[in-house]
């Protein structure tokens, strides 16, 4: 039976992050209905490389991912296969603050499974992600974190006009999208 507080955050989810379909994929936020697929893309330690977190060793660990970013102020989709319906990566915002408009911020992260690199899946999933940032969730600017060695996470988001912050810190380059004034 789903308590009200379920019914409020399945509100809040659908208003903040509806669904979004590209040409190859839809792109709906993550349920503990994905915990087999999430079990799956996030049990393959290439997924993982470049994360701060291990590969996943049971559907109880997906499980607890999905609730992170449940509870997390922010979302995830799952990039789901038009094709066959399967979970080729994920995408989202965390830690979003909501402060003054002039600097409400989220940090987005995103992966992907290996046989889908390079044929520009994850080019596809951030132009509606970053309106979403921008539009829906009002930031005034995006984050991302990025290992240096993760050369194809950091071409990405070059193309996508983020721009890098020149301190390297943690071992990590820090990108940043700023939000384009409006009309």
């Known amino acids: ?21 590209t ?9 503990p209905d994905d915990a087999e697929q999430v079990f799956k893309h996030f049990s393959d330690p290439e997924v993982t490389a470049f994360m701060d977190i291990e590969p996943c060793r049971s559907i109880r660990e997906a499980e607890e991912i999905i609730q992170f970013h449940v509870e997390d102020n922010g979302c995830r989709y799952g990039l789901f296969s038009k094709d066959n319906g ?5 995408c989202g915002y ?3 603050v909501r402060d003054e408009e002039s600097r409400s911020r989220a940090e987005i992260g995103f992966d992907l499974a290996k046989a889908y690199w390079g ?4 080019k596809e999933v951030l132009a509606p992600m970053l309106r979403i940032g921008f539009d ?8 991302a974190t990025v290992e240096e060695a993760n050369v194809r996470c950091r071409r990405l988001l070059e193309a996508c006009q983020f721009v890098r912050e020149e301190e390297l810190r943690e071992r990590l380059i ?9 009309e």
């Open 119 to 122: 044929q520009g899946y994850m």
């Open 1 to 21: 039976m789903i308590g009200k507080r379920d019914r409020l955050n399945e509100v809040y989810i659908l208003i903040y992050f509806p669904p979004i379909t």
């Open 174 to 182: 820090y990108y940043k999208l700023i939000s384009r004034p409006t």
């Open 136 to 143: 829906v969730m009002k930031l005034a600017y995006i984050e």
């Open 23 to 31: 040409d190859r994929l839809v792109l709906r936020v993550l349920t």
């Open 94 to 96: 965390h830690c979003w």
């Open 86 to 90: 399967s979970l080729i990566g994920t």
